[in-house]
């Protein structure tokens, strides 16, 4: 039996602020001591723990590209579109707001010296990539990313190993990603972090934070492009 949408939407939340605490916290607590490939790790296993504990409820989407996506590919309707957007990025804010919480109580300098995990460009990035190349740069992971749910929850061979296969693709694009912009394709995940570091007086990724709304997006647009043009072929 279907989930009810407000179970639905729970749902969503619960996963968007697992995602998010314990991959943003993962680069701002412990980011010197991981590694890229550690954080990379810590949102991919995000995603393979969410979706064996929430798949069943929501389709274990957190993230507004993945619900776009699939919208697009006619997998989710208008109304719980909407729903499942408001869910995501209430999760993702609670999470920020309960990592800096966590920060702040613990010895290691506050928030504005560790930061969120937050996303960024320009002096913000790592190697001090532009905003047109962040742009870009997320456009390309996200549609990655939301190929990988497309085409691994489209054929029921594969669908009982969706979150395995999309949680080593998050984690596949991070490795690229993080020294680049820190590695959205999630929204939900870089708007919480972003508002946070903007109530603590750093504004610099709050004011930034378009592009990894508007970016995951078009890459999400991109992904379904791809992924109908791949069935019309395979339908001749």
Same mark, same amino acid.
């Given at each position: 039996?279907?989930?009810?949408?407000?179970?639905? +939407?729970?749902?969503? #939340? !619960?996963?968007?602020?697992?995602?998010?605490?314990?991959?943003?916290?993962?680069?701002?607590? #412990?980011?010197?001591?991981?590694?890229?490939l550690g954080i990379a790790m810590a949102f991919g296993l995000s995603?393979?723990?969410?979706?064996?504990?929430?798949?069943?409820?929501?389709?274990?989407?957190?993230?507004?590209?993945?619900?776009?996506?699939?919208?697009?590919?006619?997998?989710?309707?208008?109304?719980?579109?909407?729903? +499942?957007?408001?869910?995501?990025?209430?999760?993702? &804010?609670?999470?920020?707001?309960?990592?800096?919480?966590?920060?702040?109580?613990?010895?290691?300098?506050? @928030?504005?010296?560790?930061?969120?995990?937050?996303?960024? +460009?320009?002096?913000? /990035?790592?190697?001090?990539?532009?905003?047109?190349?962040?742009? =870009? @740069?997320?456009?390309?992971?996200?549609? =990655?990313?939301?190929?990988?749910?497309?085409?691994?929850?489209?054929?029921?061979?594969?669908? *009982?190993?969706?979150? =395995? &296969? =999309?949680?080593?693709?998050?984690?596949?694009?991070?490795?690229?990603?993080? *020294?680049?912009?820190?590695?959205?394709?999630?929204?939900?995940? /870089?708007?919480? *972090?972003?508002?946070?570091?903007?109530?603590n007086g750093d504004m610099t990724a709050l004011s930034q934070v378009w592009v990894f709304i508007v970016?995951?997006? @078009?890459?999400?647009?991109?992904?379904?492009?791809?992924?109908?043009? !791949?069935?019309?072929?395979?339908?001749?």
């Amino acid at each position: 039996m279907e989930a009810s949408p407000l179970k639905k +939407y729970a749902a969503e #939340a !619960f996963g968007t602020f697992v995602l998010t605490l314990f991959g943003c916290g993962s680069a701002a607590i #412990a980011g010197a001591t991981l590694g890229t490939l550690g954080i990379a790790m810590a949102f991919g296993l995000s995603i393979v723990a969410m979706a064996f504990v929430i798949g069943n409820v929501s389709g274990c989407h957190i993230n507004p590209a993945v619900s776009f996506g699939l919208f697009l590919d006619k997998r989710l309707d208008g109304k719980d579109l909407i729903g +499942y957007w408001i869910a995501q990025f209430i999760g993702g &804010i609670v999470a920020a707001a309960v990592l800096m919480l966590i920060i702040n109580m613990s010895d290691l300098g506050g @928030v504005l010296e560790t930061g969120l995990g937050c996303d960024g +460009y320009d002096a913000a /990035s790592a190697v001090g990539l532009s905003m047109a190349g962040a742009f =870009i @740069v997320e456009v390309i992971l996200t549609c =990655i990313f939301v190929l990988s749910v497309l085409g691994s929850t489209a054929d029921e061979k594969t669908a *009982p190993f969706a979150g =395995i &296969i =999309i949680g080593l693709t998050l984690a596949f694009v991070h490795i690229m990603g993080i *020294p680049l912009t820190g590695t959205s394709v999630n929204p939900a995940r /870089s708007f919480g *972090p972003a508002l946070m570091m903007a109530a603590n007086g750093d504004m610099t990724a709050l004011s930034q934070v378009w592009v990894f709304i508007v970016a995951p997006l @078009v890459g999400a647009a991109c992904a379904a492009g791809i992924w109908m043009a !791949f069935k019309k072929r395979e339908s001749r």
